[in-house]
């Protein structure tokens, strides 16, 4: 059977190439001549759907139809196409007052109306269609369309019919088939087969149970007797009471047992009996069976027995290593627990920093209020906190509260020397509220102390600028928790302090977006080396030196400052693996050294959610390609690395080689440029080497921090 499939604007029609007999075809030659009298129009068609072509497969013999069996056009502007397309009937009763119909094909024949039915196999597909024209205007009554409907039932019913001859037609040839199969198998079967007649006692030997044995086929009596004494005399009893008990039960039989060979050796046997003729009282007459030769299987049974101890230290050595495998699961899902909160952690302070230039723009109590949400986001341990600034007065203005009555707060006029103070940006932990309640006015003191949250320990830290303290960022942990902060949120706490400062000296001197931007990113470059002791200063090298050899490739502008903020957060995503990885003095194991390969791709995760530093979020996940396609972590090469990426490939290896690591040995400027050289069109691209050593060899010294 062929399958046709025509698309045209997009529709797709589907139909199967049937051959319908000519006595068909006769019958419906009656359906269009009653049709064409019965309704008065100019012709009366059957079409049939041959993609892209539609055929007159039967046509009215009244002299006035212009169509003839077997013309075939195609399809495309017919009315019969819409019908095909839509499956449903189309009725136009003048197309000279249609747009969509007044220059199509039929409409040049003079055919201006038109009432047609599609016509569809009983699985859907599309026969053609059941149609009327007439060249005057008709409106085509209901009893027309009820008798063209009719008729597409009656075509319909006559393509069921086919459907179902062809349906029986393959069912038969498909079982015609197996049964050539099964006689096939039947042949070069290795098992032997009998047919018991239990009435009689008589037994069908096929030749194949013969020779399994070692005889000739036929050349023992076919009896039950036969079989009955060629069984090992151990096995004889126990097989016959089997037999006679599936038997009376007309159950399936499958037992092994040994039967004697001619040369005197015995066989092992699989003995199965398949089926069984019963009369209407449930008595067994007749019983169906084969034998099967399983020697080698019981050989290799006894070899298997011989081999299950070792299966058993096998197994044991298996549980061990599934214990060891287990324990290795759950630290892997500790990790990624850990990896999840960093995760978050890191993402909340990229926004912090994404969102630091909007701010910049908007009230500072907004921007403050976010920062202490996200402080309290980041940092694990806190649970409350509050934000405040201090006014010219010297009085404290509290911001934002988190857990406490900022509402209380707020009105309560308190002088900053309440707070524990000192100048400078150290950070202090306290096991009690931030504050000298002794130095609370009496008039606010009990409504004040009736905001604040109950703690175990507070920790706070100045904002300021140019050593004038100007508010205090103070972060809690609730009474019955068992947390205490520590030095990891010291640093995160400074770090926020920190980009504080920077807005407000924004705010106040309106410094250049661009030199904003550079303290907000060193602030989280400076909370990167608190996790990585090896990296320290590694960030503004990098972002150095890849400036310079973008200016010496002769990249525009934006490009060299592109290279230069993708170095300075190059190794951003360090910030989600674990410290004990990260620092590690000795060599890393391979889960370990994989889950470092993961920082270009953590990084650019974290930069492509920052609106202001997503553009250069690619450099950063390709920054470890290498040249050669062996880099990670999608192994291109070649001119597929983006240009700033292989940039940073070089900048940052020399970084690393002629910067002090506790693991190794620093290189010096000679040995460190050969070692560049050697790996040029391997590890770095060509272009990037000769514009770096063009650079070298000018005496240009990179000033190392």
């Not at 075509?155 to 088939?177: A, G, N, P």
């Not at 070069?188 to 018991?196: M, N, P, T, V």
């Not at 061990?320 to 302070?349: D, G, H, K």
């Not at 690395?641 to 070089?650: E, H």
Request: hydrophobic share 35%; aromatic share 10%.
């Amino acid at each position: 059977m062929n399958y046709l499939i025509w698309e045209n604007e997009k529709l797709e029609i589907k139909t199967k190439k049937r051959k319908v007999p000519e006595n068909t075809i006769e019958k419906w030659q009656n359906i269009v001549d009653i049709m064409v009298k019965k309704i008065g129009v100019t012709d009366a068609l059957i079409t049939r759907v041959t993609p892209p072509y539609i055929e007159v497969f039967q046509a009215s013999q009244n002299k006035e139809n212009p169509f003839n069996r077997r013309d075939k056009v195609k399809l495309t502007g017919h009315y019969c196409e819409v019908v095909v397309k839509n499956r449903k009937k189309l009725l136009v009763s003048n197309a000279l007052e249609n747009d969509n119909w007044k220059d199509s094909i039929e409409v040049e024949k003079g055919m201006i109306s038109y009432l047609g039915f599609p016509l569809k196999w009983p699985d859907g597909d599309i026969f053609g269609t059941i149609c009327v024209h007439d060249t005057e205007e008709n409106e085509f009554s209901k009893d027309a369309e009820e008798l063209i409907k009719q008729f597409q039932e009656l075509v319909e019913s006559h393509l069921k019919i086919l459907y179902q001859k062809e349906q029986l037609d393959q069912q038969i040839e498909k079982e015609q088939k197996i049964k050539e199969r099964l006689e096939l198998v039947m042949d070069a079967s290795e098992h032997g087969f009998w047919d018991w007649d239990l009435d009689t006692g008589e037994v069908y030997f096929s030749p194949r149970y013969y020779t399994m044995l070692g005889y000739k086929p036929g050349e023992l009596p076919m009896k039950t007797e036969t079989w009955i004494n060629l069984i090992h005399p151990n096995d004889r009893k126990k097989i016959i009471l089997k037999i006679e008990e599936y038997i009376e039960n007309a159950q399936p039989f499958e037992e092994e047992f040994r039967m004697k060979c001619k040369d005197c050796s015995y066989k092992w046997i699989s003995g199965r009996i398949k089926s069984f003729e019963i009369d209407k009282e449930g008595n067994p007459h007749r019983a169906v069976g084969v034998h099967v030769d399983i020697t080698k299987h019981k050989k290799d049974e006894r070899k298997l027995r011989n081999q299950k101890e070792e299966l058993k230290d096998q197994k044991e050595e298996l549980q061990a290593l599934n214990e060891q495998l287990t324990a290795y699961s759950e630290e892997v899902a500790t990790i990624n627990q850990e990896l999840n909160e960093l995760n978050n952690r890191f993402i909340n302070m990229i926004n912090v920093i994404s969102n630091l230039n909007e701010g910049s723009k908007s009230d500072e109590k907004g921007f403050l209020a976010d920062l202490l949400h996200r402080a309290v986001n980041i940092i694990p341990e806190a649970d409350y906190g509050k934000i405040y600034i201090v006014d010219e007065d010297g009085y404290c203005n509290f911001i934002d509260a988190i857990g406490h009555d900022i509402d209380i707060l707020k009105k309560s006029k308190m002088r900053e020397e309440i707070f524990f103070c000192d100048s400078g940006q150290s950070i202090y932990i306290l096991d009690e509220y931030s504050l000298n309640i002794d130095k609370i006015p009496d008039g606010i003191k009990q409504n004040f102390i009736s905001a604040l949250k109950p703690v175990s320990q507070s920790i706070y830290i100045n904002i300021t600028v140019n050593d004038e303290v100007v508010g205090k960022i103070i972060l809690d942990i609730a009474e019955d928790s068992n947390q205490e902060f520590s030095n990891n949120t010291k640093e995160i706490l400074s770090s926020l302090a920190t980009l504080a400062s920077v807005f407000f000296s924004f705010q106040r001197y309106n410094k250049l977006q661009g030199q904003f931007t550079k303290d907000l990113i060193t602030s989280i470059i400076q909370m990167l080396e608190i996790y990585d002791r090896y990296t320290s200063g590694h960030s503004e090298n990098v972002a150095q030196i890849a400036s310079k050899i973008a200016e010496e490739m002769g990249l525009s502008q934006r490009k060299i400052t592109d290279a230069y903020w993708a170095g300075m957060v190059h190794d951003i995503g360090k910030l989600l693996i674990p410290l004990n990885i990260l620092n590690k003095k000795g060599t890393l194991s391979d889960s370990e050294y994989e889950l470092i390969k993961k920082h270009p791709y953590w990084g650019y995760k974290s930069l492509s959610k920052s609106e202001s530093l997503s553009h250069i979020a690619k450099y950063v996940l390709h920054h470890h390609e290498r040249w050669d396609g062996e880099g990670y972590p999608d192994g291109l090469k070649d001119s597929e690395i983006p240009l700033i990426s292989q940039i940073l490939a070089v900048s940052d290896s020399w970084d690393a080689m002629t910067s002090d690591r506790a693991y190794r040995e620093v290189l010096s400027k000679d040995e460190a440029i050969q070692e560049i050289r050697d790996n040029k069109r391997s590890q770095f691209s060509p272009r990037v080497v000769d514009a770096f050593i063009n650079l070298l060899e000018g005496n240009l010294e990179f000033e190392v921090v």
